[in-house]
């Protein structure tokens, strides 16, 4: 599957893939704080296992970071994230 250019005005993709026994939620670009609420809200909004995918995230801030730990430490399964950010992450 062909990965698409970011383009320079988006800072994080966050795409959601709702099924019928689990959500993934893929990231993409660079989570910063401003990124967080959406974040929140579209993990809130899934039913079901939560798999957050950060194969496509080239990095985060302190508070994206924070918010992904967090996410992770409520049960959400942390999967894709690069060697530089699993040890802030996991």
């Known amino acids: 599957m062909p990965v698409l250019p970011l383009l320079r005005d988006v800072v994080c993709r966050i795409q959601v893939q709702?099924?019928?026994?689990?959500?993934?939620?893929?990231?993409?670009?660079?989570l910063e704080a401003a990124q967080v609420p959406e974040l929140r809200r579209a993990c809130a909004t899934a039913t079901g296992a939560l798999r957050i995918d950060l194969t496509d995230l080239l990095s985060a801030d302190a508070v994206g970071l924070d918010a992904l730990r967090r996410l992770g430490q409520s049960g959400a399964e942390i999967v894709g994230a690069a060697s530089y950010l699993r040890r802030w992450v996991l």
């Open 18 to 30: 709702q099924c019928a026994a689990d959500c993934t939620i893929q990231l993409a670009g660079r």
